[in-house]
């Protein structure tokens, strides 16, 4: 803490005791003005998502697309001065798909122009498949019975969506003071979160084991081609189609629900109808998983071993560019050290960002690095770098700005952070919860009892339109919220690397049975 910062602290606090709590947990209020400063009048954060969504998305992992996408990222990271920018290995994820080209449409009775995608890893077709399909219902193993023995060759529509309605709620949203207020009054983490890593993974694992069990009945009946429905109306929703083991022999499709259901129509009609389905993709064997890592180096003699960590996951499905999931989050992470080296803030802990790869398909990067670098998730062996992580920040909910951060029931955090978070005040960011959240990259850390936090992000439309779907492009990103953002983000970070301890740690979590 400088000087001045002290005066001001002091000032403040005898002015208006409620900031006596705040004053508990030093903040140098200048470090965070010139952040500010560099963050809001010179930001590159939406240059950056450009390129990142516009050039280099979208950035499906084990595509060609991520792997120019993070060599830029290495490159850009390089410019702005960090140190030690590179991708680093994790291991094999198995394999890589590029899209090359595809078109699809009904044909007969009359011309439509479908909108749709392939699924990734689809196989190509190779020459256009063209027939009458048939609509099924297969759910799960229950419904196989029904269908056995009657699909070969077939271009199968799987489900029977019912219409939504046509849109009575607000697309988009911001959180409501009430919400917030709602959040932050919970006393159990895992109400309305996830338990911990391995329930979450657990729940995955089951999830996709029947997914799969369904694929591969219609790979043993012979399809020709599956359809399915888009799981959101007048936009098509395309993600899920991964697994390690099974390679389907067949192309699949997400149609949306409107071309989707016309067709389903007719066909209820007995009116013949024509598909026309033509893929051009090209599968990879065995495509090396990677994370884009940089540093600033800490300067304290005592303490520059020690890390803080910020990022975001930088793999996408790919219908869309990645904008908001997660080329926000991955912008606003770049962003958050380019302002930090732009103010030549001289860290005493080095702060390391990592943009990770793989967490569409059950977070292969950030699992990866915490196996190599801090313990054995199954085990809990410890590694000696897991001594000296001081924090993981991640955020990865779309390009919604930052309301507050999740404890992840880490209750000695609370203080530090209500004092971080009190110069965005103004901006909106005061929530506090003991909440855990689930669904992305602080999970692995968390799981090894390392601090590992995600923010609370405006959700804005990611759910409701933009995550895994054809429009997560860069129209969706909101300047003033990834300012905000990656304001908050550079300031947590420079506290974290400055605070006299590291942050508070859960207990350590037992070895994992299986
Ligand atoms: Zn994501």
């Known amino acids: 803490m400088n000087r001045t910062t002290a005066a001001l602290l002091?000032?403040?606090?005898?002015?208006?005791?409620?900031?006596?709590?705040?004053?508990?947990?030093?903040?140098?209020?200048t470090v965070i003005a010139?952040?500010?400063?560099?963050?809001?009048?010179?930001?590159?954060?939406?240059?950056?998502?450009?390129?990142?969504s516009d050039v280099y998305g979208p950035r499906l992992t084990g595509s060609a697309g991520l792997?120019?996408?993070?060599?830029?990222?290495?490159?850009?990271?390089?410019?702005?001065?960090?140190?030690?920018?590179?991708?680093?290995?994790?291991?094999?994820?198995?394999?890589?798909?590029?899209?090359?080209?595809f078109s699809i449409a009904m044909t007969a009775p009359t011309y439509m122009r479908i909108t749709g995608y392939p699924r990734a890893w689809s196989p190509a077709t190779a020459s256009p498949i063209a027939g009458t399909p048939v609509v099924v219902d297969?759910?799960?193993?229950?419904?196989?019975?029904k269908y056995h023995g009657k699909l070969r060759g077939l271009i199968?529509?799987?489900?029977?969506?019912?219409?939504?309605?046509?849109?009575?709620?607000?697309?988009?949203?911001?959180?409501?003071?009430?919400?917030?207020?709602?959040?932050?009054?919970?006393?159990?983490?895992?109400?309305?979160?996830?338990?911990?890593?391995?329930?979450?993974?657990?729940?995955?694992?089951?999830?996709?084991?029947?997914?799969?069990?369904?694929?591969?009945f219609f790979a043993d009946e012979g399809v020709a081609a599956l359809v399915s429905p888009s799981s959101i109306p007048e936009d098509v929703r395309v993600d899920g189609f991964y697994d390690r083991e099974f390679h389907s022999p067949y192309p699949a499709f997400v149609f949306s629900r409107e071309h989707y259901g016309r067709i389903m129509r007719m066909l209820d009609k007995k009116v013949p109808v024509t598909l026309s389905l033509d893929l051009a993709a090209r599968l990879t064997d065995h495509v090396e998983g990677f994370n884009v890592v940089a540093e600033i180096p800490g300067t304290d003699p005592a303490l520059k071993d020690q890390v803080v960590m910020l990022g975001g996951h930088f793999d996408s499905w790919h219908s869309g560019t990645g904008a908001t999931d997660n080329g926000a989050g991955s912008a606003v992470a770049m962003e958050a050290v380019r302002i930090l080296k732009a103010i030549g803030v001289k860290p005493r802990r080095t702060i390391r960002l990592a943009l990770?790869?793989?967490?569409?398909?059950?977070?292969?990067?950030?699992?990866?690095?915490?196996?190599?670098?801090?313990?054995?998730?199954?085990?809990?062996?410890?590694?000696?770098?897991?001594?000296?992580?001081?924090?993981?920040?991640?955020?990865?909910?779309?390009?919604?700005r930052i309301r507050g951060i999740n404890l992840q029931g880490n209750e000695a955090a609370r203080p530090i952070f209500e004092a971080w978070l009190e110069p965005f005040a103004y901006l909106g960011a005061t929530t506090v919860t003991t909440a855990n959240t689930g669904g992305t990259d602080h999970m692995p850390?968390?799981?090894?009892?390392?601090?590992?936090?995600?923010?609370?992000?405006?959700?804005?439309?990611?759910?409701?339109?933009?995550?895994?779907?054809?429009l997560d492009v860069y129209e969706e990103a909101v300047p003033d919220d990834l300012k905000q953002a990656s304001v908050i983000m550079a300031s947590f970070v420079y506290d974290?690397?400055?605070?006299?301890?590291?942050?508070?740690?859960?207990?350590?979590p037992k070895p994992h049975k299986k």
């Open 10 to 29: 002091v000032a403040t606090a005898l002015a208006c005791p409620a900031v006596l709590v705040a004053a508990g947990e030093p903040v140098n209020q």
């Open 34 to 52: 010139e952040i500010k400063t560099e963050g809001f009048q010179h930001s590159s954060v939406m240059d950056t998502l450009s390129w990142l």
């Open 67 to 101: 792997e120019k996408a993070a060599q830029w990222a290495r490159d850009q990271l390089t410019r702005w001065g960090l140190e030690r920018a590179a991708l680093e290995p994790y291991g094999s994820i198995g394999r890589g798909w590029d899209l090359e080209h």
């Open 138 to 145: 297969v759910k799960s193993k229950d419904d196989f019975a």
């Open 156 to 216: 199968v529509m799987n489900g029977r969506p019912a219409p939504e309605d046509i849109g009575f709620k607000p697309e988009a949203e911001r959180y409501t003071d009430a919400q917030l207020k709602e959040r932050e009054s919970r006393i159990d983490p895992a109400l309305h979160g996830p338990k911990s890593y391995w329930d979450e993974e657990d729940e995955f694992v089951k999830y996709l084991k029947d997914q799969t069990d369904v694929w591969k």
């Open 356 to 400: 990770w790869t793989g967490e569409e398909e059950d977070y292969f990067g950030s699992v990866g690095y915490v196996q190599k670098h801090f313990a054995d998730m199954e085990t809990m062996a410890l590694k000696p770098e897991h001594a000296k992580l001081a924090a993981y920040f991640n955020l990865d909910n779309g390009a919604g």
């Open 445 to 470: 850390f968390d799981a090894v009892g390392l601090p590992g936090f995600q923010f609370i992000q405006d959700p804005l439309n990611y759910e409701s339109r933009v995550h895994h779907s054809s």
């Open 496 to 508: 974290a690397a400055m605070r006299d301890e590291m942050l508070p740690r859960k207990p350590l």
